[in-house]
């Protein structure tokens, strides 16, 4: 699943497949997994949880593990580059990389931010030789945004309602009515609204 850390797709191939092909598709483009971390057997073993098959290999290209070690000592705290291949209940494999440009955009040094992309595109590079098929938003959430769309519409609407107002009474109603689709579009979105409203200030 694609999110501001991360993307990824799923694969038409078996968990121990996908651990195969990522780890050579991951040695063509310059990097190693110094790291293998079998999540899965980790939690049966320590808390006897079952859950499906879920690896976190971290990946490191020495030659761009250098340079960025040179320009910041201390980004050994955002290393290596974690790939996941994640198995979910019905079946289906997933393999995840961590979005460099997302992670280390945090140093705020336009070297780091250079390397970044490099690293980047050679994980794309990576994740287009996997195969298989990017993972699109869901149904639902593609409802919630259309939603979303005509929920901003209608605050729009109801903004220049407020401006044209003469009588400040009908300002003040036309203000809690403002505030209340504020609030349900927020809601809608999986958030809450609380204080002033941020477009008026309300």
Not at 27 to 47: H, N, P, R
Request: aromatic share 2%; charged share 25%; hydrophobic share 35%.
């Amino acid at each position: 699943m694609n999110t501001q850390y991360g993307f990824g797709k799923t694969v038409a191939s078996s968990f121990d497949t996908a651990i195969e092909k990522v780890t050579q598709e991951l040695q063509k483009e310059g990097f190693g997994v110094l790291t293998d971390i079998d999540v899965a057997a980790t939690l049966k073993k320590k808390l006897n949880q079952d859950m499906p098959p879920y690896r976190i290999l971290g990946a490191c290209n020495p030659p761009l593990a250098h340079r960025a070690l040179e320009s910041e000592p201390s980004i050994g705290l955002l290393l290596p580059c974690n790939v996941v291949v994640r198995q979910d209940g019905a079946g289906t494999v997933h393999v995840e990389f961590m979005d460099p440009n997302a992670v280390l955009e945090l140093v705020n040094k336009p070297e780091i931010t250079a390397l970044a992309s490099e690293v980047r595109q050679r994980l794309e590079q990576v994740s287009v030789a996997l195969g298989g098929s990017e993972e699109a938003p869901s149904a639902q959430a593609d409802e919630t945004m259309a939603k979303v769309k005509v929920d901003t519409q209608q605050i729009q609407a109801s903004m220049e309602k407020i401006h044209q107002a003469q009588n400040p009474q009908e300002q003040q109603r036309l203000m809690r009515e403002h505030m209340q689709q504020m609030r349900e579009t927020m809601r809608s979105m999986g958030g809450e609204m609380h204080g002033k409203c941020m477009c008026c200030g309300h």
